[in-house]
C-alpha cells in the first residue's frame, strides 16, 4: 500500500506483463554490479570453475523460459566462509558460503536454495523494499544507503549499496513469498520437495551446534524454526505422488567435493569444531579409501585439544590417542600422503615421544622433500 507522492512497491516480477527497468532499480543495478566486481576480487571467492559452472547451469534449468530471456542474469560464486549464509543481490548475483554448500547432502537441496535466491531476484525484492523504506524513513536517501556486508571470515566490507535488504535479509512476507515461490520452481522441475526443509534443518542444527545467537542465512524474520515448519506443511499438502523426486546426489557430492575439504580447513582455522567434525564424518563417509578425511579427522583431534576456543564440558583426554589413530589410518590408505606423517610426529612430540616424533618427521621429508616448514622440521631432528 502507498500513499501519494511516495515511491510505489507494486511492481511486476521480472518477465511479467509491464515489467520494465526503473531508473532507481537501475542505479541499484549499477551498485551491485560495482560491488559484485570488487568482492569477487577480494580474495574471498572459491576459485573452482568447473564448481560454478554447475552452480550456474543448475540455475538456469531452474527458471522459466521468460526468465531466461530477461534483462537480469543470474551468476552464482562461491565465498570461502565456513558460516552458513547465502545471499543474492538485485543484479542476479548470488553468492553461496562454502559452509553452506558443505552442510548440504544433494542437489535437491541446493536447487531449494537457488530457486528461494532467485525469487528475491526476479520478484524484485530488493526494490520492493528499498522504496518502503524510502516511503516510511525520511532520513534514507533513493540513491545512497551504506550496506555493512558479511565476507570472509568473519570480516566485513562497508560499501555503498541501494541494496541494504538483499544482505541484511527481507521481512517476513517477502521471506515466506520466496520461500514458496522457491519450492514450487523445485517441484516444478521434478526435485524432491522433502529435501527443501532440510536446509534449514541443517541450518538450524548449525546455530545450536555452534551456540550462533543471530544466524544471517534469509534474515532471522521469521526465524529458522518458523521455516521448518512453514517448508512442512508446503510438503503435506502435495498428493502423495508428489512428495518425492529427484536428488541427484552423487554428481552433487562430486561436484562440491573440493569445497568441502577447503570448509574443513576454515572450520579448524576459526575453531568451529562440531561443524569441522560433522563435515569430516560425512566425507569419511562418502569416500571412505580417501585418506585425505582421515588426515582431517586427525587434524580435529589435535587442533581442538590445543585451541584456545571455550568449549562445553568435553573429555579431552583421548583426542591425541584419536589424532593418532586418524593419522595411521590416512597413511595407510596412502603412504605419500605427508601431512599426515607430520601430524603424527607433532602429536608424538606433545606426549614426549621423542624418537618416534623424530621418525614420524623424516619421514615426513622424505615424502615431501621441499616443505615449507623443512628448516623447523631439520631443526627438531637435530636437538
Known amino acids: 500500500m502507498t500513499v501519494s507522492g511516495c515511491a510505489t512497491v507494486n511492481v511486476p516480477n521480472v518477465a511479467q506483463e509491464g515489467y520494465s527497468v526503473a531508473d532507481d532499480e537501475r542505479r541499484m543495478f549499477k551498485r551491485a554490479d560495482e560491488f559484485a566486481e570488487e568482492f569477487d576480487a577480494s580474495g574471498h571467492i572459491h576459485q573452482d570453475q568447473e564448481l560454478e559452472q554447475y552452480l550456474n547451469d543448475l540455475s538456469q534449468s531452474l527458471l522459466s523460459e521468460q526468465q531466461k530471456v530477461s534483462e537480469i542474469?543470474?551468476?552464482?560464486?562461491?565465498?570461502?566462509?565456513?558460516?552458513?549464509?547465502?545471499?543474492?543481490?538485485?543484479?542476479?548475483?548470488?553468492?553461496?558460503?562454502?559452509?553452506?554448500?558443505?552442510?548440504?547432502?544433494?542437489?535437491?537441496?541446493?536447487?531449494?536454495?537457488?530457486?528461494?535466491?532467485?525469487?528475491?531476484?526476479?520478484?524484485?525484492?530488493?526494490?520492493?523494499?528499498?522504496?518502503?523504506?524510502?516511503?516510511?524513513?525520511?532520513?534514507?536517501?533513493?540513491?545512497?544507503?551504506?550496506?555493512?556486508?558479511?565476507?570472509?571470515?568473519?570480516?566485513?566490507?562497508?560499501?555503498?549499496?541501494?541494496?541494504?535488504?538483499?544482505?541484511?535479509?527481507?521481512?517476513?512476507?517477502?521471506?515466506?513469498?520466496?520461500?514458496?515461490?522457491?519450492?514450487?520452481?523445485?517441484?516444478?522441475?521434478?526435485?524432491?520437495?522433502?529435501?527443501?526443509?532440510?536446509?534449514?534443518?541443517?541450518?538450524?542444527?548449525?546455530?545450536?551446534?555452534?551456540?550462533?545467537?543471530?544466524?544471517?542465512?534469509?534474515?532471522?524474520?521469521?526465524?529458522?524454526?518458523?521455516?521448518?515448519?512453514?517448508?512442512?506443511?508446503?510438503?503435506?499438502?502435495?498428493?502423495?505422488?508428489?512428495?518425492?523426486?529427484?536428488?541427484?546426489?552423487?554428481?552433487?557430492q562430486a561436484k562440491v567435493k573440493a569445497v568441502v575439504v577447503n570448509n574443513i580447513r576454515l572450520c579448524l582455522q576459526t575453531g568451529m569444531f562440531k561443524t569441522a567434525e560433522r563435515n569430516i564424518e560425512k566425507f569419511v563417509q562418502t569416500y571412505p579409501q580417501e585418506a585425505t578425511g582421515f588426515y582431517y579427522k586427525g587434524e580435529l583431534y589435535r587442533q581442538r585439544q590445543d585451541h584456545g576456543k571455550k568449549e562445553k564440558k568435553r573429555d579431552k583426554a583421548p583426542d591425541y590417542g584419536e589424532a593418532l589413530k586418524a593419522y595411521e589410518q590416512a597413511v595407510n590408505l596412502d603412504d605419500g600422503f605427508a601431512l599426515a606423517y607430520r601430524g603424527k610426529g607433532q602429536i608424538l612430540q606433545k606426549k614426549g615421544m621423542l624418537d618416534e616424533a623424530r621418525a614420524s618427521f623424516r619421514k615426513y621429508l622424505e615424502v615431501n622433500p621441499q616443505a615449507d616448514d623443512k628448516e623447523y622440521i631439520e631443526q627438531f631432528l637435530k636437538s
Open 73 to 252: 542474469k543470474i551468476g552464482v560464486k562461491v565465498v570461502n566462509d565456513p558460516s552458513l549464509n547465502a545471499a543474492s543481490l538485485p543484479n542476479g548475483r548470488i553468492y553461496i558460503h562454502s559452509g553452506m554448500l558443505a552442510a548440504m547432502d544433494n542437489e535437491a537441496q541446493l536447487a531449494a536454495l537457488l530457486g528461494h535466491e532467485m525469487t528475491h531476484v526476479f520478484n524484485r525484492h530488493a526494490l520492493k523494499q528499498f522504496r518502503s523504506l524510502i516511503n516510511k524513513t525520511a532520513f534514507m536517501s533513493a540513491t545512497s544507503m551504506v550496506a555493512a556486508v558479511a565476507v570472509g571470515n568473519g570480516g566485513a566490507a562497508l560499501v555503498q549499496l541501494g541494496v541494504a535488504s538483499s544482505i541484511y535479509g527481507y521481512s517476513q512476507e517477502v521471506e515466506y513469498e520466496a520461500d514458496e515461490a522457491g519450492f514450487q520452481m523445485t517441484l516444478a522441475n521434478g526435485y524432491d520437495p522433502r529435501e527443501s526443509v532440510k536446509v534449514f534443518e541443517h541450518l538450524k542444527l548449525n546455530i545450536e551446534e555452534e551456540e550462533i545467537k543471530q544466524p544471517f542465512f534469509f534474515s532471522t524474520h521469521p526465524n529458522v524454526v518458523s521455516r521448518v515448519k512453514k517448508y512442512t506443511k508446503l510438503v503435506e499438502v502435495l498428493p502423495a505422488e508428489k512428495q518425492s523426486g529427484t536428488l541427484n546426489t552423487e554428481e552433487f
